[in-house]
């Protein structure tokens, strides 16, 4: 049986992990869309909207 | 003109993508400092806060799993009204918000069901038991899993708003059920203690810690939430100039 003060690491261990490892993929995925975008307009790609003059 | 209509008026204008995208870049700096600012301060409070004269440290635990299980939910709620949003107002960025806020709303729940199980090891004597509350949550976190898997199953996001929205609204059935389980039925998961009629039961010297990181789970959550629906509003794009690049392609072949 593990000691009370290793079950109270474990939880705060584990939601350190959880919650930061759900902020480094968000930043990730954020970091990749950005330059998929930026790759597209460079290829002058532009949205429909945008051509067109419109704002969204 | 009438509060309802400047009301929805702003509410409209929210719906376009690029101010969307303008209002939530200048809000998210803010946010972010004071979800860390409010997580220093909460887990301060919480190592600060005296043990329990029965459970000793493990206490502590309390601080974290309490607003994991209230975010779950309040995740769940989140999607229900954008759920909304895109089956009543048909809001373009409803769908966005509602599919964002899946793995998030996961990862509480996740994160709730694991801490309990830590706590209940050394204060029940075992790491689960199928009663309504554990039983209930468990099936809210398949619930986020397969709406997950729904967006996953489709690759064009508009086919898979609408019945993702339904199944959300349905699903929502849940969440009462997870709230009022510890009273309806005979559970190990202890009664309510802070949201109450007759008020909280817990000491202040426990409750303030409590409070202060359940305020810093749902500004995190919030960070989180508003930095995901960026990432697909950016998603999108991809996949819309893509789209427009290959028709080009293919009417100019």
């Not at chain 2, 009022?180 to 909280?200: C, E, K, M, Y």
Request: proline share 4%.
């Amino acid at each position: 049986m593990m000691s009370h003060e290793a079950f109270v690491f474990l939880s705060y261990a584990a939601t350190a992990v959880t919650l930061a490892g759900l902020l480094v993929f968000i930043l990730l995925d954020g970091r990749a869309r950005r330059r998929e975008l930026t790759e597209l307009e460079a290829q002058g790609v532009r949205r429909r909207s945008k051509s067109a003059g419109g704002s969204s | 003109m009438s509060d309802t209509t400047i009301s929805q008026g702003w509410f409209t204008s929210l719906a376009n993508p690029t101010r969307f995208l303008a209002l939530s870049g200048r809000i998210l700096p803010y946010l972010a400092t004071a979800a860390v600012l409010s997580l220093v301060i909460g887990l301060y409070m919480s190592f600060a806060a005296p043990e329990d004269y029965q459970q000793g440290i493990t206490v502590r635990i309390m601080f974290i799993h309490v607003p994991a299980a209230w975010l779950a939910m309040m995740c769940y709620s989140v999607m229900a009204i954008a759920s909304l949003g895109t089956l009543v107002w048909r809001h373009p960025l409803a769908d966005v918000a509602a599919k964002t806020a899946l793995p998030i709303g996961a990862a509480f729940t996740f994160l709730s069901l694991l801490t309990g199980s830590l706590w209940g090891r050394p204060m029940w004597g075992t790491w689960w038991v199928w009663d309504a509350r554990l039983t209930s949550v468990f099936v809210l976190f398949l619930m986020y899993l397969g709406l997950m898997a729904l967006h996953k199953a489709m690759d064009d996001p508009a086919r898979a708003a609408r019945p993702a929205a339904v199944l959300t609204l349905v699903g929502f059935i849940n969440i009462p059920i997870i709230k009022f389980s510890v009273d309806w039925w005979n559970t190990l998961h202890q009664p309510a203690s802070v949201i109450r009629l007759d008020g909280p039961t817990i000491h202040a010297s426990m409750l303030y810690p409590l409070l202060v990181m359940a305020l810093a789970y749902t500004l995190i959550f919030f960070t989180l939430h508003l930095m995901a629906m960026r990432n697909e509003i950016w998603r999108r794009r991809v996949q819309t100039m893509r789209r427009q690049a290959a028709q080009s392609i293919g009417g100019g072949a």
